[in-house]
């Protein structure tokens, strides 16, 4: 059972280029978040899905896109990085249902925009 | 909107000592309250969790925290610190009750940085 898996792990970017960040989970939850860590400022809500084929926007969306058309998979995009995108990345799964125990967290991916 | 404020940004503990690493919160009830440690390199990991009841938790590695309504607070505490637990810590608060539509977001304070001297 591999949990949440985020690909890639490290990526450096230039400014202007894109990309995606791929977060898979194999636990069938239903809600999916995408966080930025930056130092000193905790983890900052930037997209999430409550289910398949749905995404809504955090507290960060700027710069940032997001889908969901399979369940198990919700994607990060960025059209055109910016320095100020370089963070790390996590993806958090929540099952939807049932007592909130808290998130199940990706491993992170860490994006340098140069 | 809820928000979580951890006031000390490094902490520097000998093994050994004990340790408090401070979280307050601000959300118009109570809160379901968590705390989360990342060592480095890694994702986020569990510790504990608050919903209601006792408000003294245990969690994994020897922590504990607790619950103080009236203060906002939520500090996370161990009595004897291991060179093993440096790392950062993350205290997060999430609003009740949880609304599946409302996607049960979690709100993070900045994280306090527990470096453990010999």
């Known amino acids: 059972n591999a949990g949440v898996t985020q690909t890639p792990k490290f990526r450096v970017l230039k400014t202007g280029q894109s990309m995606t960040l791929l977060c898979a989970q194999d636990?069938?939850?239903?809600?999916m978040y995408w966080y930025r860590q930056d130092p000193g400022m905790g983890l900052r809500l930037i997209h999430y899905s409550v289910g398949e084929g749905t995404t809504a926007k955090g507290e960060v969306p700027d710069g940032y896109n997001v889908s969901r058309l399979k369940k198990q998979n919700f994607l990060l995009g960025l059209e055109s990085a910016a320095p100020s995108q370089t963070s790390v990345y996590f993806c958090?799964?929540?099952?939807?249902?049932?007592?909130?125990?808290?998130?199940?967290f990706g491993s992170g991916t860490r994006l340098t925009v140069v | 909107a809820q928000s979580v404020t951890q006031p000390d940004i490094h902490i520097t503990v000998s093994e050994g000592a004990s340790l408090e690493l401070r979280c307050n919160y601000s959300?118009?009830?109570?809160?379901?309250l968590f705390w989360y440690v990342q060592s480095p390199g890694q994702g986020l990991q569990l510790l504990l969790k608050y919903f209601s009841g006792d408000t003294l938790v245990q969690g994994i590695k020897g922590f504990e925290a607790e619950f103080k309504r009236s203060q906002s607070s939520f500090n996370l505490r161990k009595p004897s610190v291991h060179w093993s637990d440096a790392a950062e810590y993350f205290c997060a608060v999430g609003a009740r009750p949880l609304n599946n539509n409302a996607g049960n977001m979690l709100t993070f304070g900045g994280g306090t940085r527990l470096m453990v001297k010999p």
């Open positions: 636990m069938n939850h239903e809600y």
């Open positions: 958090a799964t929540y099952p939807g249902t049932g007592r909130f125990f808290g998130y199940t």
């Open positions: 959300y118009g009830a109570t809160p379901y």
